[in-house]
């Protein structure tokens, strides 16, 4: 019979839980708290349009040299949006405007060289409807015109500036209420064109001016291509075309003469247009599908086009990231979520001056082969407006086969649900990770059990010595031919720690993975892994989260450590109060290591796949694993966790000598991983 050994990372569990506490009382308040940070620089991030949007409009302003983005429709409570944004390429900022045009989306703007402003037309209106008013931009100030000829009202209008000597007017086509009609702009007055021949009417064309062949390029969802001369429409369709597509986004890349087509509908292919045939470009990088709505815009400043937001379907909604294209390949330059490397840094320690997070901005981590919590320490002043996250993975019923519910740094992955019957011979699902891993569903159709943390059954302690994350929940039962629901990963565990003041206005979350039904069986809910602040002073009205899966599940810790506390924010679960804990002690003291099992050496770190597992071997019985330490006391007591089909085993303790411990453990056959803990006793 094949048995197959997953080897979890060995992780270092519970070090450190009881420690040498500072009073309570006798605090003298002269006497700042010292975060142990390095100090170093302040902690940045690059700005965004916040909220996040589609339907907007972005052109580059040549004479204040800034891209200018306005209005469009937000998901954040399914807003139209009227604010104004500037980017100088390296930074959004937005405009402070005391008259502005009113909420919209699906209008289009274009720069008009000659008057040196920005032209907005029309576009939707969610209490008028279509709309046909004109404004001017001139980096300051909106102004709205009354020209004597205006365009029927409209939205999703194709519009471009026909920079040609002789000609330089603003070129605007169909569009929702447009039909089929070409109008010009000559910086005063609307006049209507009435060529020959002319695109079909059309809604979410998209325009731009080739200067190097002087002619407004348009390209219509029926995969049909036009161009304007200044009287006529000529269709210059070539054999190879792109697929068909509305709301796409088209811009000029002048340094490379070239037209430059992306996105639109499903669709995030990246095309370009040299005046005779289409071509399509393959990045290595491209942003995400996006549906419709992108800002599309040349910096010239940068050379390169750069795009901004546009509605992804399943991912981010209505987004707020920015994109340079290079001709060849796109970088991603910001967005919503911007993620810190934890890879390089085995302590999960950043060691900053002062910092603040911006409003629509969450701070995400990638987690190190240690799977330590993230420590962020800062010698002044630290601000969260935005989000910090290190909430544990959503136990979806479509994740791919093998791949589970990841835990958040410092946090424990789910347990995969049950594989189909008739594929397995089983109807199992896998216990989720940690010291409170949820069991696992064993018979068909059982669900799952949520991980446990800080609840009957958990684990850790209040003072949060050592600092916990949340453990996963375990996967659900099969039947026959449907996979059982996967457990959620554990929520992640953060410390941050000032010498001055903590300000939280946002969020900061710590919250467990929640669950999804698969048809057949649900996994467990991740548990809520851990909040520590540290500081002379807390305080602020935001939020702080560390609940298991679903808000009422309040299973994780936070705790506020502070002299000054004023922190009058929502708290799932409430918080525990003191004054800062005397010295920062990182629980940085030890290591364990599974190193060797059935025989086998295992590599260090261990991969931890569901799919290609570290240790294979072909029986079930009895077997050795052996537990090298680092760092641990001589004679302190190691306990293994081991998950299987059958449910998870304990094992344990072995006493350390000489720095290793041996385990003789009775496994049965199938999938599962091993993981090591060790507690014991420390003072600052």
């Known amino acids: ?16 839980s009881a420690v040498t506490m500072a009073s309570l009382f006798a605090v003298d308040p002269d006497l700042p708290y010292n975060s142990g940070s390095s100090g170093g620089s302040p902690l940045t991030f690059k700005e965004i349009v916040n909220p996040g949007r589609r339907g907007h409009s972005m052109v580059y302003d040549t004479a204040r040299q800034r891209l200018v983005v306005f209005g469009g429709y937000s998901d954040v409570g399914n807003t139209y949006l009227n604010d104004t944004w500037l980017f100088n390429g390296s930074n959004w900022v937005m405009a402070a405007t005391t008259v502005a045009p009113s909420i919209r989306s699906a209008f289009h703007m274009v720069y008009d060289p000659v008057r040196q402003k920005v032209l907005l037309f029309g576009g939707y209106n969610p209490q008028v409807g279509r709309l046909n008013d004109t404004w001017t931009w001139d980096g300051t100030n909106w102004a709205q015109l009354n020209p004597a000829t205006v365009p029927d009202a409209r939205y999703g209008a194709a519009i471009a500036f026909d920079n040609t000597a002789g000609r330089q007017q603003a070129v605007m086509f169909g569009g929702n209420g447009g039909a089929d009609q070409t109008w010009v702009w000559d910086g005063t007055n609307w006049n209507l064109r ?67 087509l992306f996105g639109g509908s499903d669709k995030n292919d990246t095309w370009i247009w040299n005046g005779q045939v289409w071509t399509q470009r393959t990045p290595t990088t491209s942003p995400q599908i996006r549906r419709d ?114 835990g958040g740094p410092g946090g424990f992955d789910g347990g995969r649900g049950g594989i189909p019957f008739n594929r397995s011979s089983s109807f199992a699902g896998v216990a989720g990770q940690g010291p409170g891993g949820g069991g696992a569903g064993v018979t068909r159709r059982q669900d799952g059990s949520d991980g446990l943390h800080n609840n009957d059954g958990g684990y850790g302690n209040n003072f949060l010595q050592p600092l916990t994350g949340g453990s996963g929940g375990g996967g659900g039962g099969s039947t026959e031919d449907t996979s059982g629901g996967n457990g959620g990963g554990g929520g992640g565990a953060i410390l941050i720690a000032s010498s001055r003041d903590i300000i939280i206005s946002g969020q900061v979350r710590a919250n467990g993975g929640a669950r999804q039904h698969s048809g057949v069986s649900w996994g467990g809910r991740g548990s809520g892994g851990s909040i520590l602040l540290r500081a002379d002073r807390i305080s602020g009205q935001g939020t702080l989260f560390a609940y298991g899966g ?18 009058v924010g929502n708290t799932r ?48 019985g009895p077997i050795e694993i052996t537990v090298n330490s680092t760092g641990v006391p001589e004679g302190t007591g190691v306990r293994l966790r081991i998950t299987t089909s059958e449910g998870p085993i304990f094992a344990g303790p072995e006493f350390l000598a000489g720095g290793s411990c041996r385990f003789n453990v009775q496994v049965p056959a199938g999938t599962g991983s091993v993981q090591a803990f060790a507690d014991y006793r420390t003072s600052n």
């Not at 679903?550 to 922190?567: H, P, S, T, V």
């Open 1 to 16: 019979m094949n048995t197959s050994k997953l080897l979890s990372r060995a992780l270092v569990g519970l070090v450190g």
């Open 293 to 406: 709505g992108n800002g599309f815009a040349y910096h010239p400043g940068l050379q390169r086009a750069v795009l901004h937001g546009g509605y992804i379907v399943g991912v981010d909604g209505n987004n707020s990231d920015t994109w340079f294209w290079n001709g060849t390949d796109w970088t991603w330059f910001s967005g919503k979520v911007q993620e810190f490397d934890m890879t390089s840094r085995p302590d999960g320690i950043f060691n900053f001056t002062t910092g603040d997070v911006p409003p629509g901005v969450t701070m995400t981590f990638k987690k190190n082969a240690a799977n330590t919590p993230v420590r962020l320490l800062f010698t002044g002043d630290f601000t969260v407006r935005g989000a910090i996250s290190v909430d544990g993975g959503y136990g979806a019923a479509n994740l791919p086969e093998g791949v589970v519910a990841r």
């Open 573 to 620: 679960p409430g918080p525990i109060y003191s004054v800062p804990v005397s010295g920062p002690d990182f629980n940085l003291g030890g290591t364990l290591s599974i190193t060797r099992i059935a025989g086998q050496n295992v590599q260090q770190p261990p991969v931890a796949s569901l799919i290609n597992p570290d240790v294979i071997f072909t029986q079930s």
């Open 194 to 260: 009435t060529p020959g021949a002319r695109p079909p009417g059309d809604e979410g064309a998209a325009c731009a001016y080739d200067a190097a062949r002087q002619r407004v390029v348009l390209f219509h969802q029926n995969r049909q291509t036009w161009v304007w001369d200044g009287n006529n429409w000529a269709n210059v369709t070539p054999a190879e075309t792109p697929p068909g597509r509305s709301y796409g986004s088209m811009t000029y890349d002048p340094g490379r003469q070239e037209v430059v």
């Open 550 to 567: 679903d808000q009422g599940n309040d299973n994780g810790r936070i705790r506020l450590e502070a002299f000054d506390r004023n922190f």
